[in-house]
C-alpha cells in the first residue's frame, strides 16, 4: 500500500479499472489498526490488480463523501464507493 498525494493518486485512478482508498490521520489510533488490518490482504489486493493507496490529506477525502476516519472507499472506474462496515473484529 503506497501513499500518494492528491494529484498522483487522482492520476493512477484514471489509469486502474478499480482501486481501494485508505483515509487516515496520523493523530488516529483507529486509523493505524485498521491500516494494519488492511495490511494482511494487501498481498491478495495485489494479485487482484487492485490499486491500493493511503491518502493522509482530508480535504481529498471530504470531496469523495468521507466524514469520519479511518475509511475505505472502492473505485471502479475513478466513481467512489465508502464502505461504510468495521475493519475490527
Sequence with gaps: MSSLTQTVCFRR????ATSLCV???ED???CEEAL???ETIDDDIDELDILFVKIKDPRYARKYGVKNLPSLTY???RFPAIYHGTFFK
Design 36 to 38: 494494519h488490518s488492511l
Design 75 to 77: 473505485f471502479r472506474k
Design 13 to 16: 485512478f484514471s489509469n486502474s
Design 28 to 30: 488516529c489510533p483507529a
Design 23 to 25: 483515509s487516515d490521520d
